[in-house]
């Protein structure tokens, strides 16, 4: 069935330094890939997106890679701040799964002072 | 602008009840996404709907059950609550897929149900 794996589970930086959040879907047919960051108690929110018609996009601090042969796509923030703390979550849906969005597992993201 | 308004935001139930949660989309959205979330887990996806009809569903059991009504509002309900049921439940609007098949979601805050 349609998966997508998410690594690692957690993850400690220092502060300024980049964090690098991997994760791989199993459907084929997924071409969108959207990124939410969870702030404890709070609501995900959709940081950034790739479809895929592209192979890289980037938002100031962050950017997101795609590879379809391989199935698989990251989330790299750079200069990392306190306030990137919080859980990223991956997911990935495409035209044979319709309206359904499949989630990762999950990252947290502690970034050390 | 308004966004995605959900209510309860939380309550407490006993196995066996059935509960009832809302969820107003956010203005100009026509599709409603209800996901579980689990403690420490992603999102898992319930259902979603679409002219007021289900358009999508996961690997969730028939006593998930949902509404929505001609102004975009939706209903999730759940009967014969089970331990299991308790989660964090999560409604998101979107203007549904466009034509590069992307779904954006705006989440709400969610409704955090106990079932003891």
């Known amino acids: 069935g349609e998966n997508v794996e998410q690594h690692p589970s957690t993850l400690s930086v220092q502060e300024g330094d980049s964090a690098v959040i991997k994760c791989t879907y199993s459907?084929?047919?997924?071409?969108?890939f959207p990124w939410y960051k969870q702030e404890l108690g709070k609501r995900p929110q959709l940081i950034i997106d790739i479809r895929s018609n592209v192979g890289e996009k980037k938002d100031q601090r962050i950017a997101v890679t795609l590879n379809k042969t391989a199935k698989h796509f990251s989330l790299h923030i750079t200069e990392t701040q306190p306030e990137d703390s919080a859980v990223y979550f991956c997911?990935?849906?495409?035209?044979?799964?319709?309206?359904?969005?499949?989630f990762g597992s999950g990252t947290r993201l502690s970034i050390r002072p | 602008e308004t966004g995605v308004t959900q209510s309860p935001t939380h309550l407490i139930k006993t196995r066996g009840q059935q509960v009832t949660l809302r969820c107003s989309s956010q203005s100009g959205h026509n599709t409603v996404s209800w996901y579980q979330q689990a403690l420490g887990q992603g999102p898992q996806f319930i259902f979603q709907?679409?002219?007021?009809?289900?358009?999508g569903r996961g690997n969730f059991p028939p006593r998930f059950s949902g509404l929505q009504f001609p102004n975009y509002s939706s209903e999730l309900n759940v009967n014969a609550l089970e331990l299991d049921d308790s989660a964090l439940y999560l409604c998101?609007?979107?203007?549904?897929?466009?034509?590069?098949?992307?779904?954006?979601?705006?989440f709400g805050a969610g409704s955090r149900l106990t079932v003891l």
């Open positions: 459907d084929s047919a997924s071409n969108y």
């Open positions: 709907y679409y002219r007021e009809e289900e358009n």
């Open positions: 997911a990935a849906t495409g035209y044979s799964s319709a309206s359904k969005i499949i």
């Open positions: 998101a609007s979107s203007l549904g897929q466009d034509s590069s098949g992307a779904n954006v979601l705006t």
